[in-house]
Every structure is written in C-alpha cells, then in structure tokens.
C-alpha cells in the first residue's frame, strides 16, 4: 500500500531552468509534508515542509505547493544549479505518527 | 549540536549471520525511526522508537527487530541475513516532544552488504 507515490523515477533538467517534481499520496488523513534532498552515500537532508492549512510555502530557490483536492504537492527549483543534482523524496504524515515516504526521483541538472 | 551518528558506515555479512546497527540521535530528540533504502524502493519504514518503546512497525518480518535505551541511543538487529537485505539502513530521530508535526533528520546510514 504505497500512500504516498513518485511516480517519475528520474528527471533532466538544463541548469538555470526551473525543476517540478512531484508527488501524490492517498491518505487524507495527512496534514504535513515533506521534501528531503539525498546525496549517494548520505542520509536524506531535510529541504522543505508544508502544512496542510497551507497551499504553498517558498524558501528561497524551493517553493513546495500543495493541492489537497488532488492530493498532490510539488516542489518547485528555480533557477535549478548543478549542486541540485540528487535524489529527492516526499514525504507525509500525520501528528506524530511515522513518516511515510515515496520512492524517490532521481533530478539531474545539465550544464 | 551534534547529529544523528551512525556505526558502522559499511558493513559485509554472510548469509545467516546476524548484525546489529547502531544510532545514536542528536542530543534532546526522543523519537528514533529506522528505515531501509533499496534500488528503486525509497525509505521503507522498519519501525520507531519513542521513549524507549516502539511505537510503531513496518512490514518487515520478524528477523528484523530493535530497542531503545533509555539515553535514546537504538540499536537494530537483523538475523538470519538474506542477500535481500543488502541495503542502505537509515536512521532519523526527531524531537516530538508535542504532537506537533516536526522534521526528522537523519544519520548518514550503514551500508549493509550480504555476501
């Protein structure tokens, strides 16, 4: 029961243009997200959250949207750097409850 | 403030030997999640830790098991070692000292081989 999906397992992107990835999950129940930006042979670093009372949340270059209708979030690079090029995860749960990640996109910025 | 640490960084059993892994959380955080990452799976869930007692579970088989001492620090342990369980194990800790919602940060993991 996968309840959170990514379901682009790679993206390519030139630098300096913007990069979505994206993400749905199935359980309503949610009411906070996640994106985690992973480095071969490191641990997943924490990059962005959102609350479900929101619909968009922006730090600098990375803005994650959020679309509960559609049960789906986004999240936003721009302009995108080579130094982006990694793996990235959404995530979701709810309260305290365990973390429920997706399988991942793998981005890729080209010079 | 020091982070999630944990040992070892790589690690090559044998088939049917066992291995325990170890975490410790950054200093305050209660809450210590353990995750396995394969080629093409994301993070699976294995369990969590909060105070000493787990508190929740994935779906891995009981070979898969662990424990929390009362500093925080988690150990995990997996027996009878299948080559399948050749992965990346992650550990995340987080404070949850209320029931607010609050990022988990994680260790760099262990690279588990089985030969």
């Known amino acids: 029961d996968q309840q959170v999906k990514q379901n682009s397992p790679s993206l390519s992107v030139q630098e300096g243009r913007i990069s979505i990835l994206n993400c749905d999950y199935t359980?309503?129940?949610?009411?906070?997200f996640l994106w985690y930006k992973k480095y071969p042979a490191e641990g997943p670093t924490f990059l962005i959250s959102?609350?479900?009372?929101?619909d968009k949340n922006e730090d600098g270059r990375f803005t994650v949207f959020l679309n509960k209708s559609a049960k789906h979030l986004s999240l936003h690079i721009v302009p995108s750097q080579p130094g982006d090029s990694a793996v990235y995860f959404c995530a979701a749960n709810k309260g305290a409850q365990k973390l429920v990640f997706g399988q991942g996109t793998r981005l890729t910025i080209n010079p | 403030k020091a982070g999630v640490t944990q040992t070892p960084r790589y690690l090559i059993k044998t088939r049917g030997q066992q291995v325990t892994l170890s975490c410790s959380p950054i200093?305050?955080?209660?809450?210590v999640s353990w995750y396995q990452q394969t080629p093409g799976q994301g993070l699976q869930f294995l369990f969590e830790?909060?105070?000493?007692?787990?508190?929740n579970k994935g779906n891995f088989p009981g070979r898969f098991s662990g424990r929390q001492f009362s500093n925080s620090r988690s150990e995990m342990n997996v027996s009878t070692l299948e080559l399948g369980d050749s992965a990346l194990y992650l550990c995340?800790?987080?404070?949850?000292?209320?029931?607010?919602?609050?990022?988990?940060?994680f260790g760099q993991g262990t690279r588990l081989t089985v030969v």
């Open positions: 359980n309503s129940m949610f009411d906070y």
């Open positions: 995340a800790s987080s404070s949850l000292l209320t029931a607010k919602n609050t990022e988990a940060f």
């Open positions: 959102i609350s479900s009372i929101k």
């Open positions: 200093s305050g955080h209660r809450s």
């Open positions: 830790y909060f105070s000493e007692t787990q508190r």
